[in-house]
């Protein structure tokens, strides 16, 4: 099996970058974030996102997994219930960040993404596959652009979806997701020594595919 890591910030464009990588070079895409983001909303729904006691209590009561659809898509699964589109939302965003601070629910998916990987030729993303998940990945990737880049291609996106949003509040939000998830205690975000680095900031998301997919097939090479 051939598996590529990537790993970087918050709005980098990994998901969207990683997916349309993998489907042409037909390996399977994994957006571990969005297991985050489900504990993230059973943790909302159950009004204790900041009861890290609670949320760990949780996790013996949840099942999150991953399914494809029929066009290979990736959909997640919150006991059983699809919850893909329901965990695309800023304030699951941020309590994804938070929960992924917790040693706890990192161990609950690690080997989710594990079993993943050992089955399959995968492109995995998250903010710590090459430094924790898959440390003996074939191909490690840091995908990076700046703050400001960051939150101008997330504003346009909220406004698209016909939400109400200042540019400054989610230049703030990149800010502080990249504060948390540097800072963490566990598996903080950062770039591991043989991880090639992709600055995305000047450069089109056709671009930015054409880069990735490079980079990759000279690892296959």
Known sequence: MFNVAIDGPAGAGKS???????????FIYVDTGALYRAVALNSVRNNILDNE?????????????????????????????DVSDLIRTPQISMGASKVSAISQVREFLLELQRDIARSNNVIMDGRDIATVVLPNADCKIFL?????????????????????????????????????????????????????????????????????????????Q
């Open 53 to 81: 006691k609670a949320i760990v209590d949780s996790l013996g009561s949840i099942e999150v997994t991953l399914g494809f659809d029929e066009s290979g898509v990736q959909r997640v699964y919150l006991n059983k219930e």
């Open 144 to 220: 990076f652009a700046s703050p400001e880049c960051r939150a101008q291609r997330r504003y346009k996106e909220l406004i698209e979806k016909g939400e109400s949003v200042m540019y400054e509040d989610v230049l703030a939000d990149v800010n502080q997701r990249d504060y948390n998830d540097t800072h963490r205690d566990i598996a903080p975000l950062k770039p591991t020594k043989d991880s090639i680095m992709a600055d995305t900031s000047e450069l089109t998301l056709e671009q930015s595919v054409e880069l990735i997919i490079n980079t990759i097939k000279e690892k296959m």
């Open 16 to 26: 969207t970058i990683a997916r349309a990588a993998a489907k042409a070079l037909g």
